[in-house]
């Protein structure tokens, strides 16, 4: 295979084969390690990873060994969060050296039928870097596919651009709930998602949006973000009364999904998003029958990198402001439990080249 020739630098005679990774060798276990680069493929780029998001699921991994139903069996780089700029590219790769990119972690196996449809989110085969025993993008180069990587534009730096994913995830949560202009919005839970599909749902035309929460400075950055209003559900009931259009569950906290159910308007639609459980009791199936409720889920996203890009560089969302903290790479255990043990962190990011 042959690389695409890059402008003469002094890195680009040297490419990197060795790259230093945080990897996870067990639960609350998570080092600086050294692997080799593996060999970039007529289709792959390679990648100087500036910038990686810290996730909800990194820190189930680092805390528990597993997130959901999936455990980590073997050491895995985590981190599926990332932007950083091409320094190599496969001979098929149409994509130029120089480029700064996001990375989009789960493209699908891109031969199956799901894949096939376009819906390679959901594909059945497919894997997610970061998700064991896939490395993830805490390291400091990542060979990625070329479908997977997308083009940043200068007034993204790649500090933003990392976070270009988990509003990837909101863009999708607010297409698969279906938010049009008008729509009175309740979305659940102020975190990094939350506090992204507030945005999103404005960006879609949302009028009215309610974000609920336990954390009063969370919900306070709800409102400087455009929450409409805000509920701390620790002191104030959500009520009963049918108000909402739509519901985005973002806690992944099934009491909260049923108690947002009764507030929903006949024929409205409830989307969820927060990691579910396996199986929940307390489904409220006749209510939703009675009032032909739409009950739907959203896993990842597809198509929607393109989109997250554009609503950032459009100024409709801000995605900045929800970035706390940075950390370098020998400080990536710290990074990942850092918003656990100060809740005013929303986003911590991970810079692998520091
Ligand atoms: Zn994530
Ligand atoms: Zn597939």
Redesign the pocket.
């Known amino acids: 295979m042959t690389l695409t020739a890059a402008p003469p630098s002094p890195a680009n005679n040297t490419l990197p084969t060795i790259t230093r990774t945080a990897m996870l060798f067990g639960a609350r276990d998570l080092r600086t390690t050294e692997l080799r680069i593996p060999a970039l493929g007529d289709n792959d780029v390679l990648i100087r990873v500036a910038a990686v998001g810290v996730c909800g699921s990194d820190m189930h991994y680092y805390d528990a060994g597993r997130n959901g139903q999936n455990v980590l069996r073997q050491p895995t780089v985590l981190g599926h969060e990332a932007a950083g700029v091409v320094i190599a590219a496969g001979s098929a790769s149409a994509v130029a050296v120089g480029a700064r990119v996001a990375v989009e972690p789960a493209v ?5 039928d ?2 096939r449809n376009g819906d ?1 989110n959901i ?1 059945p ?2 894997t997610c870097f970061g998700s064991p025993p896939t490395h993830g993008t805490m390291t400091q180069y990542l060979v990625a596919p070329t479908r997977a990587v997308h083009q940043l534009p200068d007034s993204i730096d790649t500090v933003t651009g990392s976070m270009i994913e988990p509003l990837a995830v909101a863009v999708w949560a607010v297409q698969r709930a279906q938010v049009g202009i008008g729509h009175r919005v309740l979305v659940t839970g102020a975190g990094p998602i939350g506090l992204l599909v507030t945005q999103v749902a404005r960006a879609a035309g949302a009028t009215e949006i309610t974000v609920t929460d336990i954390n009063d400075d969370r919900l306070a950055v709800a409102r400087e973000l455009g929450a409409t209003r805000t509920i701390n559900t620790s002191t104030e009931s959500l009520g009963e009364a049918p108000l909402y259009d739509r519901v985005i569950e973002c806690t992944g906290i099934p009491p909260v999904l049923w108690s947002t159910i009764r507030t929903v308007k006949p024929h409205g639609r409830v989307t969820v998003v927060g990691q579910a459980a396996p199986s929940v009791d307390g489904l409220p199936l006749a209510f939703l029958q009675r009032y032909e409720i739409d009950l739907v889920t959203a896993f990842r996203y597809a198509h929607a990198f393109p989109i997250a890009i554009a609503l950032v560089e459009s100024g409709a969302v801000n995605i900045n402001r929800i970035v706390t903290g940075r950390f370098g790479l020998d400080q990536a255990a710290e990074a990942v439990q850092a918003p656990v043990k100060d809740p005013r962190h929303l986003k911590v990011v991970v810079t692998p080249q520091s």
């Open positions: 699908g196996c891109g031969e199956c799901t894949c390679y594909c085969t497919g």
